[in-house]
């Protein structure tokens, strides 16, 4: 079996390639990969090479398949597992492996296993975690999207709270509480907007800051103010940048409380600092943002830790129970992880947009492994199809789901390039 693959030999050494896979062992399952999305995590692999964690010593001679955040269809299951798994089902995976204390993770340590590929190998230790997962969903691009939301979930639950009766820590964000998210008009804090609109037990009040006009106007479109007040939430967007005063005007927002969660989304000493000194009694803050450089800190009020009970902590990833839920969340039509997608394209885009994703605006870049197709913009789809008329019937989908990427889009471009789907 032969796959097309964007491989890692070293930093900043991107290749798409074509390759001969090997036959599968009777512990392994070959799959068709349909759909990745881009992860900053990625980005900063590709920036570190060989000196990241997760990547192998030996990736200028055996590179790795980059790439994790993926779905597609089953190929051919190894004897081991064919009374799990059938050929022709879609599957979605769960990409944080702990197998024996080992760091591996698809996209980061494999020279098979991977989701920018056309076809790859997955390894024993996925299916014995309980990390590939069966999926029904009528879309590739929600199991994909499957993971950065685990990620998002994983956050919310790793939040606690504690009393002052006994040492028991309750998980989560607080109850009918004051949840403000740093930063958070780019694809990740829309992800957590998304999920805290629709959570059963949810915060009262939601206070989202970015220092872009650009994204906060998109943000207020796709994850609409009205539609949080429907759901009991009192969703406020706000550049802190217009306020004279950011700690003064954005504690205001709590009527002079504080905010009994905090989500930093980006790794900047400065908006930490704010946070921190914006928690309320028992305030928790979560570091959600992960920086590349190892010496990154910031100041911590130790007296309001002592006094207020503020507590920090800091989650990365999320587990398969957080991808179930996502999944079910989007199954039911509950959440919409499409509110992160600003961008479309094929495999043949993959490593010039991974090398570049800071400098390339907007959400998630969203990808279809069996096309070629330049990175493209949905907000582009209109003017590319006056002279195109698959761009013209992309255009009017998005239109038709509130300018977001969605199930019959998707169709759409499987259509059009002949692909199953």
Not at 45 to 71: C, M, S, W, Y
Not at 93 to 117: I, R, T, V
Not at 138 to 155: H, N, Q, T
Not at 356 to 365: A, E, V
């Amino acid at each position: 079996m032969k796959t097309k693959a964007v491989r890692m030999y070293g930093a900043d050494d991107l290749r798409l390639e074509e390759f001969e896979l090997p036959e599968i062992k009777d512990d392994e399952i070959l799959v068709k990969v349909v759909s990745d999305s881009i992860c900053m995590s990625t980005y900063k692999l590709v920036k570190q090479g060989k000196k990241h964690k997760r990547a192998p010593q030996n990736i200028d001679t055996n590179p790795v398949i980059v790439g994790h955040e993926f779905a597609g269809d089953i190929v051919k299951v190894g004897a081991k597992w064919q009374h799990e798994f059938t050929p022709g089902e879609k599957f979605a995976q769960q990409p944080a492996l702990n197998y024996k204390g080992c760091l591996n993770s698809p996209g980061y340590s494999y020279e098979f296993f991977g989701g920018d590929c056309t076809y790859c190998i997955i390894p024993h230790e996925v299916m014995e975690l309980g990390c590939l997962l069966h999926y029904n969903g009528p879309s590739y691009f929600e199991a994909s999207l499957g993971e950065p939301m685990s990620c998002v979930i994983g956050g919310f639950h790793s939040n606690y709270h504690t009393n002052k009766r006994n040492y028991d820590h309750a998980s989560g964000v607080k109850e009918n509480g004051a949840l403000l998210i740093v930063g958070g008009a780019g694809p990740m804090g829309l992800g957590a907007v998304e999920y805290a609109v629709c959570l059963e037990k949810k915060p009262r009040l939601v206070v989202v800051t970015d220092v872009s006009e650009e994204r906060i106007a998109r943000a207020e479109m796709v994850v609409p103010v009205s539609k949080a007040a429907e759901h009991g939430v009192t969703l406020k967007y706000v550049n802190p940048n217009k306020m004279d005063d950011q700690y003064e005007g954005l504690k205001a927002l709590t009527d002079g409380k504080g905010y009994d969660d905090i989500l930093v989304m980006a790794p900047i000493r400065p908006l930490v600092e704010l946070a921190d000194s914006l928690l309320a009694f028992d305030g928790c803050l979560n570091f959600f943002a992960g920086p590349t450089d190892n010496k990154f800190s910031a100041s911590i009020n130790m007296y309001n830790t002592h006094y207020i009970s503020t507590h920090i902590m800091g989650s990365t990833g999320g587990n398969t129970d957080d991808l179930v839920e996502a999944l079910d969340l989007s199954a039911a039509g509950k959440m919409n992880p499409s509110v992160m997608v600003t961008h479309v394209g094929g495999l043949d885009c993959v490593a010039d947009t991974t090398e570049n994703l800071p400098s390339i605006p907007g959400g998630k870049k969203l990808v279809y492994t069996h096309i070629r197709m330049p990175l493209t913009a949905i907000e582009d789809f209109r003017k590319l199809g006056e002279k195109d008329e698959l761009f013209k019937k992309l255009a009017d989908s998005c239109d038709r789901h509130n300018g977001l990427w969605n199930s019959e889009a998707e169709h759409l471009l499987f259509a059009h390039y002949g692909l199953d789907g």
